[in-house]
C-alpha cells in the first residue's frame, strides 16, 4: 500500500472495538494493536507525534484488522497475537512461552502435582507462571515433602490395587493407589496445597491445626502427627517472610528497569502483609518505547496469563487503560485494582522492586555480552580462517589536527575486551606532513620490533583502521621483519574488511558479533587517538595561558586538564570554567577572553 492507500484504509475502518495489525511490504507483523475505537486509533497513524510511530509508518505498508464485541475481548486478541507473533514493535515478554507452571491435577480423583509449559483448560488448576525453572522445581520438591501428596505419575483409582511405594511407608504419601484414603480426605489435603501456592499462609496453618486437634480428639494419633509434621513443615518454609502490613489483603507491587531495547520487570508479591516472593521477567521491544506502553503491555501479557491475580497492583505511575485493564482481569467478580502506592512502606518497597529490575537487567545484559563476546570470536576464527580463537587483538589509527601533530593510537582487545593498560600512543617520527599509509608502516614496524626484541608474543591479530593503501603499509613492515603475522583492515563508510593481497574488499553482517568486535576496536582505538589529540591541544593552549595570565599556576593548570578530556578548552563556556575546582568568576572571565582573542587571531 502506498501512504494514500494507507489513509483510505484507516478512513474505510470500523468504529467498534477490535485490533489492528501492521505489516511491512513482505507480509511481516510489525505492530499489533487494540482500540475502543479502531478509526479513532487508527488516525493518529496518519500524523503520528512519537518518534517510534514515525519509525513503524515508514516501514508500515499493508494494515489489517479484527473487530471484536468488547474492549475487553480486545485486549484478550491482542495479547495473544503479540504472543504469537512477537511484532519487533510491540513491547513482549522475551521467551514468554517457556515459563514453567505447576499444574495440580484436580480433574482426577486423586490429583497429583507437576511441572507443566503449557496451560489448557481441562479442569486442572495452573499456578504460575513461574520464571525460574530451578525454583520451580524445589517448590515442588518443598510442596512433596510438606504435604503427603502422591508423587508416581499413574491413573487412579487402579483396576488392582498395587502395594504402595516407599513414599507411604515414610509417611510421604497416603497411598491413594492401594484406597487407603478416602476421596473426601485427599480433596482437603489438595485444598490446602492450593493455599500454600497462592500464599496465604495464616489460612492454611488454621486448617491444618484444626485438623490435627480434631484427629488428636478422635484419639486417631497416626493422623494426628501426620499434621503436625505437615504444620511444622508450613511454619519453617514461611518463616522468613518479612511481615510488612499485618491484616492487609494480596498486592502485587511492579518495577521497571530497561536500557536499549531491553528491559527487566520485577514483581514483587505480598500475601496477607507478607512479602512471598519476587519474579523477574525479560522485556524486548523496549526502544523508543514510553513507561505508560510498557506498563500496560505487560499486565496484559503476565496478568491474563497468571492464574492468581491479587485484588491491588502497584505500579510507579498511572495508566490511561487502567480501568479497561482492570475490567479485563476481574475473575469471578473479584476486582483487580491498578494503583500507584500512597503508603510510605509501600513506597519504599517499591523502590526496592525498582533497584531489583535494575541489578537483574545490568547482570542478564552482562551474561548476554560474554555469551555475544565467545560466540564473536569463534566467528571471528571462521571469518578470518585462523588456526584458533583469536584471543589477544590490536587495532591501529592514524589521526592528525589540522594536518599537524600526526600521532597514532593503538589499542589491545582480551578476549574480545579492551584491555586498557595495553594501550599505547605513538608520535610519528620518520613522515613528514600527512602520509597516512607511511605512518601505519612506521607505528606497525615498530611495536613489532618492539615486542621481538623483548622476546613477547605477537597478538594474535592486527586491524588498521583505514583501506587497502594502509593495510598493504602494515603488511610491508611486518614482512620485513620476518613476522608471519595476520593483519586485515576495516574501512568506515560500509564496514568492508580488506585482507592481504585482495584489492576487493569482502562483505559480513555489520551486527554480527564477530563484526562487533571488530567495530568496538576501530571505534575505540579512533577514540583513544581524538582524545590523546585533545589532551595536547589542551596542553598547548594551556601553556599559552600560563604565559599570558599569571593567576593559573601548577595546580589550577592540572585541574583544568583533568576536566576538560573530553571536550576541546578552547569550546569551554565561562559557565563551564566556573565548574573547575579552584576557577572562580573572574579567572572564568579573563580565561574565557584570551580564548575568544585566539580564535580571533586564528
Request: aromatic letters at 6%.
Amino acid at each position: 500500500m502506498s501512504a494514500a492507500e494507507i489513509a483510505q484504509a484507516v478512513h474505510r475502518s470500523p468504529t467498534t472495538p477490535g485490533c489492528y495489525i501492521w505489516k511491512d511490504e513482505a507480509g511481516e507483523i510489525l505492530y499489533v494493536g487494540k482500540a475502543v475505537n479502531l478509526r479513532a486509533r487508527l488516525r493518529n497513524y496518519l500524523r503520528p507525534e512519537a518518534y517510534k510511530t514515525e519509525l513503524l509508518m515508514e516501514r508500515a505498508r499493508n494494515l489489517e484488522w479484527i473487530t471484536t464485541e468488547t474492549s475487553r475481548e480486545a485486549l484478550i486478541l491482542e495479547a495473544n497475537l503479540v504472543k504469537k507473533y512477537q511484532p519487533r514493535f510491540n513491547v513482549r515478554l522475551k521467551d514468554d512461552k517457556r515459563y514453567p507452571y505447576l499444574c495440580l491435577s484436580t480433574s482426577e480423583m486423586y490429583p497429583q502435582i507437576y511441572i507443566t509449559r503449557s496451560v489448557r483448560d481441562d479442569g486442572n488448576a495452573y499456578f504460575g507462571p513461574y520464571t525460574d525453572v530451578g525454583a520451580t522445581r524445589n517448590t515442588l520438591a518443598l510442596i512433596h515433602k510438606i504435604f503427603p501428596i502422591r508423587k508416581v505419575r499413574q491413573t487412579l483409582p487402579l483396576a488392582r490395587p498395587r502395594r504402595p511405594c516407599m513414599n507411604f511407608h515414610i509417611g510421604r504419601c497416603l497411598g491413594p493407589c492401594q484406597g487407603n484414603v478416602p476421596v473426601e480426605e485427599y480433596a482437603k489435603l489438595i485444598e490446602q496445597i492450593k493455599l500454600f501456592l497462592e500464599g496465604r499462609t495464616e489460612i492454611l496453618e488454621t486448617l491444618v491445626g484444626k485438623r490435627m486437634e480434631e484427629f488428636s480428639e478422635k484419639m486417631e494419633y497416626e493422623k494426628a502427627a501426620m499434621f503436625r509434621d505437615v504444620l511444622a513443615n508450613i511454619r519453617r518454609a514461611t518463616e522468613r517472610q518479612i511481615v510488612l502490613d499485618p491484616g492487609s489483603g494480596d498486592e502485587d507491587l511492579v518495577a521497571l528497569a530497561s536500557r536499549d531495547d531491553d528491559g527487566q520487570m520485577v514483581v514483587f508479591e505480598m500475601r496477607e502483609g507478607k512479602l512471598i516472593g519476587r519474579k523477574s521477567f525479560p522485556l524486548k521491544g523496549m526502544l523508543n518505547s514510553d513507561p505508560e506502553e510498557i506498563f500496560e503491555s505487560f499486565i496484559r501479557d503476565y496478568y491474563l496469563s497468571s492464574t492468581i491475580r491479587p485484588a491491588r497492583i502497584h505500579m510507579p505511575q498511572k495508566l490511561k487503560s487502567a480501568r479497561e485493564l482492570e475490567e479485563a482481569l476481574q475473575v469471578n467478580e473479584r476486582e483487580v485494582n491498578l494503583t500507584v502506592p500512597k503508603k510510605p512502606h509501600l513506597k519504599s518497597l517499591l523502590n526496592l522492586a525498582q533497584k531489583n529490575a535494575e541489578l537483574l537487567l545490568r547482570e542478564r545484559l552482562l551474561a548476554a555480552r560474554v555469551k555475544d563476546r565467545s560466540r564473536g570470536l569463534e566467528e571471528l576464527k571462521e571469518m578470518l580462517g585462523l588456526a584458533d580463537v583469536p584471543s589477544v587483538m590490536e587495532c591501529y589509527d592514524i589521526s592528525h589536527l589540522q594536518g599537524t601533530h600526526t600521532v597514532a593510537s593503538g589499542v589491545c582487545f582480551v578476549d574480545g575486551e579492551p584491555s586498557r593498560k595495553d594501550y599505547r600512543h605513538y608520535k610519528i617520527k620518520t613522515v613528514d606532513g600527512i602520509d597516512d599509509p607511511a605512518s601505519m608502516e612506521e607505528v606497525i614496524s615498530r611495536r613489532l620490533q618492539r615486542l621481538l626484541a623483548e622476546d613477547r608474543a605477537l597478538p594474535d591479530l592486527i586491524l588498521i583502521d583505514g583501506g587497502v593503501t594502509q593495510l598493504d603499509a602494515a603488511c610491508r613492515a611486518a614482512n620485513a621483519l620476518g613476522c608471519n603475522q595476520q593483519i586485515i583492515a576495516i574501512a568506515k563508510q560500509r564496514e568492508e574488511i580488506y585482507f592481504p593481497g585482495e584489492s576487493t574488499p569482502r562483505h559480513f553482517d555489520p551486527a554480527s558479533p564477530g563484526m562487533l568486535i571488530l567495530r568496538h576496536m576501530r571505534d575505540e582505538a579512533h577514540r583513544f587517538g581524538i582524545t590523546h589529540h585533545r589532551g595536547r591541544r589542551n596542553q598547548a593552549v594551556l601553556r599559552h595561558l600560563i604565559q599570558e595570565i599569571p593567576d593559573i599556576g601548577a595546580s589550577r593548570v592540572r585541574a583544568l586538564l583533568k576536566h576538560f578530556t573530553e571536550t576541546p578548552i578552547e569550546d569551554a563556556s565561562e559557565d563551564d570554567l566556573k565548574r573547575v575546582p579552584g576557577i572562580g568568576p573572574v579567572l572564568a572571565n579573563k580565561i574565557r577572553e584570551f580564548l575568544l582573542a585566539g580564535s580571533a587571531r586564528s
